[in-house]
Structure formats: structure tokens, C-alpha cells
């Protein structure tokens, strides 16, 4: 076999992130042995003929050319973006099959990535929305795009503005965008007269390559529970009359916008994060509700963006701590503080350990906005060991300690303080299972161990998935 042939593939199993697994017979030294192809675009239950793209020793890599005999799982995708736009990569697959496969992964990784045995795996939850269910957006402006009815990607039409989604690994060009399932109907509505309004004002596009141009970014955050929307337009600089003129003629037409935001993003990073902001209509943030608690959310604020699944996600970790209200509990990675004020009425205390500065004034905000008085938020760097903030302020030991990392885990010197503090329970929320496993091994040496597990499909259509595991110190201190 070589790079670029087209051979015939059934696929038997799924793998994490979206590929399906084949196995051919290919002669060796010691006879035939099984050699494993990872075919993107593939499903368990296929017959397929798929080109290869990578060669390697004990494994290959290849992406469907054809589906010759489709799996029972596999539907018609609504989107006609799909296969070009990466956002929605098993939107062919019924919703049945792909919350049986996240499941499946979660726990493949727990017992062979993590050789983790006699823990109970509880059933993923499922989100009630699988179309409309993001409560942010973000797009970018381009004035090289790709239109879907494209089949060769080397190929694309230069345009005055596009404004859509980036085509993975290519990130000079944009798929123009009409239509996306995952925000509201409203913001679509909105993204098309935003970008006819720049076409018609004859706006210019910023550019990575010569790092000029105006028009960056656009970002839309609604609400599920108060309606509030926010429209942020990410410019390379200000202007003051045109966003003026742009903000009266947007509330105009949409009267259901409550704020708008310009981002003004001085870096050359292309990012959809301001230097600093200016706000042209409203207050600037929008609100909305996880349980029973209002969050203040502003422009470059983080909030889980699937609102209705991030409250089962967190009664989920609530659940496993089963507190009693003597507890104290520390957050780490708490962000704007969601999880440590979800939890606030079951514990005694909640410290929260965020490193991102203006972060932990977001979550001081919503603190306020509930009139909670048992929780606390303290910056510290948890790339570094954050005990001595705990000294400093003579913080309690925690009783439970829970942890939402980014998807790349916890680093090694986070994992030995909170060994180092040893808290009877541990809850690990996680993007990301792979390297969640990674720091579970680690707690498991220093003696905890793996009580149980549940997923939650946050992100319907992609192979994303988190989940929560619960940890108990064997020999309590």
C-alpha cells in the first residue's frame, strides 16, 4: 500500500475523534498480521471505499471516497454545508448512534487507556437539543472564501466579504455562511445583514498577510433563559462613526439585539478577543441563568455554550460530591465562577482558583448578582503551585475539591498540590477524557480511586464529549 491508493474498507469500530477502524490482512515477516486504517468519515457498519493520506509502520490513516454500503445509523446530514465546515462532523449520523458511541469511547479510554477496572459507569446524558442548541458564535470575515457547491478545496472565488466559518487547517480562507443549525434562526437572519450592510459600505477586510483592513471578527451570544442577545463586532481598529451609524441601523432591524460590543483586537493574532471594548448600544453583557443562579456574561467572558446541558453537567459533578453543607470545597479552574456558585447552597465554603484575572472579576460580578456571601475567588497560577495562595489567606483544607481544566488536563505541579492537600473527594470535569484519564492515573497512585463516571453530550454532531469522574482517598487522612 502506498499514499493516494483507493482501497475498499468495512469498518468494525469507532474510534475517539470521529474516525471508524478497519482492519486488513497485510504480509509480513511472520506471516499476515491485522494492520489498522483510521478512516475519517467512516462509521462502524460500513462498507466504504477510502483514499489513504498517511502510511506508518503498525497503523494508516484514510478518508471515505465513497460510501458503498451504508451503516443503519447513517442519515441524509441537514446542513449543506456539511463535509466542507467541520463544526457538525456526525450530523450523517442519527443522534441514537452517536450518544451509543460517545459513551462507548468514554469508557474505552477509562479501561484500556487507563487500565481503570470495578468503577460504575452510569449512562451518558443526552442533550434535549440537537440543532439550535449554542448560545455563541463566532464568525470570521474574509475576502477569500470557499462556497460549498466547491469540490476541489484548492479552488476559491475572491469576494468583496465573506463572513462565515473557517474550512479545518486553512485559515486565510472562509466558508461564507447563510445558514448554521447550531445558534438560533434569529442569528442567522442577523449574520446575512451584517454582512450585505459591510458589502454595501464597501468595508475593508483585515488581512493576515499584510495585517491591515478593518473587519475581523463577528461574535453573537443569546440567551436561553432572559433572551438577551449581544452582537461583538471584532474590528482592527476604531471607528467611531461607522460603528454608530452600523449599531442604529442593526437595533433598527433587529429589536431583539439588547447590546452591541466592538471588540477592537490590536494584536496580529486572529482572535475574536479585543485589546479593549466599546460599547454602542445596551450595557454591554447579556444574562442568563444556569439552575437557579443569573450569570452576568459579557464579550469575552467564558460561559459553557450549551446552557441547557451545562446545568446537567453541573448537577451532575453536584450529584457525585454529595455534599452535606459541612463541606469545604475548592474549584479549580473556576472561571467566571458558574460551578463554585451552582454548588454554593450544598456547602459550608467555596474557594475558587482561577487564572485568568479577568475571569475572576466576572465571577466576583455574578457572586454579587446572587447575593452569595460563602463563596470566595482567588488568581492563582495553576501552572505553578497555588498553596502558597492558601497560605497566605490561612484558607481551610478542602473536603472536596473540583476540577474543570482545559482540554489539554491539569499540569503535573497542579496535580501535586492537590495530592499534597488531600481531599477526601475528588470530582474531574472534563472537555477532554484522554487527558482526564492521564491525571486520574496520577491520583490513583498517590492513593485515590475511581468510584464512577458519566458523560454529558454537550456538543450534539461532534465527537466532543464531557464527562464527569468521581475520586475517593482510599486511606482518609
Known amino acids: ?29 511472520s506471516g499476515e498480521k491485522n494492520y489498522v486504517v483510521f478512516v475519517d468519515g467512516a462509521y462502524p457498519g460500513d462498507k466504504v471505499s477510502a483514499k489513504l493520506t498517511k502510511i506508518k509502520k503498525s497503523y494508516a490513516e484514510a478518508k471515505v471516497q465513497a460510501v458503498i454500503l451504508p451503516s443503519a445509523g447513517r442519515i441524509q446530514a441537514r446542513c449543506k454545508y456539511f463535509g466542507i465546515c467541520g463544526g457538525c462532523r456526525q450530523q450523517d449520523l442519527n443522534y441514537e448512534s452517536q450518544i451509543i458511541y460517545k459513551q462507548n469511547q468514554v469508557v474505552e479510554i477509562f479501561t484500556k487507556m487507563g487500565g481503570f477496572k470495578d468503577f460504575k459507569i452510569e449512562p451518558i446524558i443526552p442533550a434535549e437539543n440537537i440543532f439550535y442548541y449554542r448560545n455563541k458564535m463566532e464568525f470570521s470575515f474574509a475576502n477569500r472564501r470557499w462556497h460549498h457547491d466547491l469540490q476541489d478545496l484548492q479552488d476559491f472565488r475572491e469576494e468583496e466579504i465573506a463572513l462565515g466559518l473557517h474550512v479545518p487547517n486553512i485559515y486565510d480562507k472562509v466558508l461564507d455562511i447563510e445558514e448554521c443549525f447550531l445558534q438560533s434562526r434569529l442569528s442567522n ?43 461583538n463586532l471584532v474590528t482592527s481598529g476604531e471607528n467611531e462613526s461607522l460603528m454608530k451609524e452600523f449599531a442604529n441601523n442593526l437595533i433598527e432591524k433587529f429589536q431583539e439585539i439588547t447590546t452591541v460590543v466592538n471588540n477592537i483586537n490590536l494584536k496580529k493574532a486572529a482572535i475574536a478577543v479585543g485589546d ?29 455554550t450549551n446552557t441547557l446541558q451545562a446545568e446537567k453537567l453541573y448537577q451532575t459533578a453536584l450529584d457525585f460530591a454529595e455534599l452535606t453543607g459541612r463541606e469545604i470545597v475548592y474549584d479549580l479552574y473556576s472561571g467566571a465562577g458558574t460551578i463554585s456558585i451552582f454548588i454554593s447552597g450544598n456547602a459550608k465554603a467555596v474557594y475558587g482558583f482561577e487564572n485568568v484575572e479577568s475571569a475572576v472579576k466576572d465571577a466576583e460580578e455574578n457572586k454579587k448578582l446572587n447575593e452569595i456571601e460563602n463563596v470566595h475567588f482567588i488568581n492563582a497560577d495553576l501552572y505553578k503551585s497555588f498553596l502558597s495562595k492558601i497560605e497566605l489567606r490561612e484558607i481551610p483544607e478542602p473536603d472536596v475539591l473540583i476540577l474543570d481544566p482545559p482540554r489539554s488536563g491539569m499540569h503535573k505541579t497542579t496535580v501535586e498540590d492537590v495530592i499534597q492537600l488531600s481531599p477526601l473527594k475528588i470530582v474531574y470535569v472534563s472537555c477532554n477524557p484522554a487527558t482526564q484519564v492521564r491525571d486520574i492515573k496520577l491520583f490513583a497512585e498517590a492513593g485515590y480511586k475511581l ?11 461532534s465527537y466532543h464529549i464531557e464527562n464527569v469522574a468521581l475520586l475517593i482517598k482510599e486511606n482518609n487522612r
Do not use: C, W
Open 1 to 29: 500500500m502506498k499514499k493516494g491508493d483507493i482501497i475498499s474498507l468495512e469498518i468494525e469500530k469507532y474510534a475517539f475523534e470521529g474516525k471508524g477502524i478497519a482492519k486488513i490482512n497485510v504480509p509480513g515477516n
Open 189 to 231: 437572519d442577523i449574520l446575512n445583514f451584517i454582512r450585505k450592510y459591510f458589502k454595501e459600505k464597501g468595508s475593508t477586510v483585515y488581512s493576515i498577510r499584510t495585517h491591515s483592513g478593518y473587519l475581523r471578527n463577528l461574535v453573537i451570544r443569546t440567551s436561553f433563559h432572559t433572551k438577551d442577545l449581544m452582537v
Open 276 to 304: 479593549y471594548e466599546k460599547v454602542y448600544f445596551g450595557e454591554g453583557f447579556i444574562y442568563d441563568y444556569i439552575g437557579r443562579y443569573k450569570f452576568r456574561i459579557s464579550a469575552n467572558s467564558f460561559f459553557q
Open 451 to 461: 468510584i464512577k463516571i458519566r458523560p454529558v453530550d454537550m456538543f450534539p454532531h
